[in-house]
């Protein structure tokens, strides 16, 4: 398999911009083998860049890589992003994966907003490590689990880590409903296309 496009910068997953270098730098000297890397540059995307829904924006300056690492905060496609970006630039190969959710645990005052507890989109990455792909989702950070009751996700760098179906208390929390594959750079325009077969033309009003 050619990993070379899972490796590349690209305008979003800007793995070659100085502060991204830095930061993955400062990663790297910590950590020993690959997956110890992977561990801590999930848990830096997961935790010290907060989950914010309101990042969403149809400026494409806004799915920049170090913009969002600059911002501190991002929902699941823009911490997805960084975190690809990371991984890159410790030559660790990384892609996005698209699917669509439902958050049984989603704000009422959001549902309302959006008709409906499918999100869509989300992404979180997939990474090569050993001899196989495995897939991490770094979207909601801890502190924010916490609060709202549910499991946090963990990763050891070698298993798969995806959000959890149910919340601490046994209740139905998130579930995947449609999987649009793996992809080298930001799928705008597939996201484009599929956001009305979710929400109508009604998202032009929230997704801003």
């Known amino acids: 398999m050619d990993f070379q496009q899972y490796l590349q910068p690209t305008y979003f997953i800007e793995s070659s911009q100085p502060t991204i270098l830095t930061t993955a730098r400062a990663i790297t000297s910590k950590a020993g083998p690959r997956e110890e890397t992977l561990q801590a540059l999930f848990y830096l995307v997961r935790d010290e860049i907060d ?3 309101q990042e969403i924006s149809r400026d494409p300056e806004d799915y920049r890589a170090s913009v969002i690492l600059e911002r501190g905060a991002g929902f699941c496609v823009q911490k997805a992003i ?3 970006a990371l991984a890159r ?5 990384s892609r996005l994966r698209l699917a669509a959710i439902k958050n049984y645990k989603m ?7 959006m008709g409906t507890q499918v999100l869509f989109p989300h992404a979180y990455n997939e990474f090569y490590s050993g001899n196989s792909w495995v897939a991490a989702a770094a979207t909601f950070n801890q ?7 549910v499991p946090s996700v963990e990763f050891d760098g070698r298993h798969d880590a995806l959000l959890p179906a149910m919340d601490l208390s046994g209740h139905p ?11 080298a750079d930001v799928p705008l325009p597939l996201i484009l296309e599929k ?9 032009l ?4």
């Open 143 to 149: 502190a924010l689990c916490q609060k709202l009751g």
């Open 82 to 84: 960084l975190l690809a």
């Open 195 to 203: 956001l009305p077969l979710f929400y109508g033309n009604d998202y």
């Open 51 to 53: 989950y914010r829904m």
């Open 89 to 93: 630039a410790c030559g660790i190969p």
């Open 107 to 113: 704000p009422e005052s959001m549902a309302q907003m």
């Open 205 to 208: 009003k929230w997704y801003l």
């Open 173 to 183: 929390y998130i579930e995947y409903l449609d999987d649009f594959g793996s992809s």
